[in-house]
């Protein structure tokens, strides 16, 4: 094996033509970070858990100005709709 390494090394064609295989780096764009609580939120659903009391999931919403988390539980079958209607409440 380290023959075959030190070959590598001393072929120049082979150093120009190596592909590169790290990933490519971009730029970060970091969010901006809120004035007031509860004026941007991150919303998370966490589940399929065992059924209890009629809930399934858990829709989680934490708030980026404060970081309070909210853990509000709900069934697997909630639709969209429903989803908006209990962040709204």
Not at 14 to 41: F, I, M, Y
Not at 45 to 61: A, E, K
């Amino acid at each position: 094996m380290s023959d075959i390494k030190r070959f590598v090394a001393g072929c120049e064609k082979c150093q120009a033509t190596k592909p590169d295989r790290q990933q490519k780096q971009v730029q970060l764009h970091p969010n901006e970070v809120p004035s007031h609580p509860w004026e941007t939120v991150s919303v998370d659903l966490v589940g399929l858990l065992p059924l209890s009391t009629g809930s399934n999931r858990i829709l989680v919403v934490v708030d980026r100005f404060s970081k309070i988390a909210r853990y509000i539980p709900i069934n697997i079958e909630i639709s969209s709709q429903g989803v908006a209607k209990t962040l709204w409440e």
